[in-house]
Structures are given as C-alpha cells and as structure tokens.
C-alpha cells in the first residue's frame, strides 16, 4: 500500500509453498481488493478449506484467483511477487524432498519477465537464495526490507 498508494486492483503472485504466509494472503487479499495467482508444487498446495474460503471471497469482492503450478504463470501481469521459506521449522527433514519439489520455483529476474512493468518483490524473510536469487532480492525491486521494517512496527 505504501508503494502502490492502494491495494485496490493489485495483482499479487505467491511462488512456493502453500503455508500459512500465503493462507494469510487467500484470506485478505480479496478483502482488500487484490487478485491472487498462486503457484505452488503438486503436493504443496494451500489448504482446501482456505482456498475454498479464497475462492468465496474472491466472487463475493470481484477479484480473480488462480491456483496454478507454473510460476509463470503466476507471475504473469503481477504487480508484486512474492515467495516465502520453503523449509519451516518443523520440516528440516524434509529439506531434501523439498528443494527437489520446490525446483524451478526460485524467483528471478526471467520470472519477472512476464511480471507488470512496475513489478515488486516480497519475501517475510529470513530469505534462502534457492527461493530468489540476488538479483531480484538485492535489486531496487526488492521491498523486503521495508516489509521487514513495517513488521517491526506490528510487533
């Protein structure tokens, strides 16, 4: 909001897991006026109860929502992109399974391609370079430490 000066109209694009950052977003974002694209593996989905909530609110409220498992896709038109861990705590054995699953997910600067031209990255960190690459982290794109900055005042 603070760098669009609106949320209205967005168009987000979550790439990676379906955990409880992008469970939070399916159920805000048609709320607030936003469009969902969501690219996850097979296997890595969102809960169904909350996708079936997200899919409610986004007739209810007018905004599109996509479940998808090509990240292009996803970030296709996107004003923000945005990806998380793909290892939470918890789940450090399943590392291994997961980075296998979770290939071709890494967000780069050929994802953003098919982003809008006024694209924007987010990420909650801690950031893993496997789930965006320093180009995109590091690059004036980024807004994560603004993210991580506007959380602190949430605390």
């Known amino acids: 909001q603070e760098h669009y000066g609106g949320l209205k109209g967005l168009t987000i694009a979550w790439i990676g897991d379906g955990n409880n950052v992008l ?6 974002a048609a709320k607030l006026g936003m469009h969902l694209r969501i ?3 097979r296997g890595f989905e ?10 409610q609110n986004s007739k209810e409220y007018g905004t599109k929502l996509l479940l998808t498992t090509d990240p292009l896709e996803a970030a296709d038109s996107a004003n923000v992109l945005v990806t998380d861990t793909w290892i939470s705590m918890g789940q450090e054995e399943e590392k291994n399974e997961r980075l296998k699953a979770f290939q071709g997910y890494q967000v780069t600067m050929q994802t953003a391609k098919s982003a809008a031209s006024n694209w924007t990255f987010l990420h909650c960190l801690p950031r893993k370079p496997e789930e965006v690459d320093d180009e995109v982290f590091y690059s004036p794109r980024s807004l994560v430490f603004q993210e991580a900055e506007n959380r602190k005042w949430t605390i």
């Open 23 to 28: 469970q939070s977003f399916l159920t805000s």
């Open 39 to 41: 690219a996850t593996p």
């Open 46 to 55: 969102p809960d169904l109860r909350i996708t079936k909530i997200a899919e």
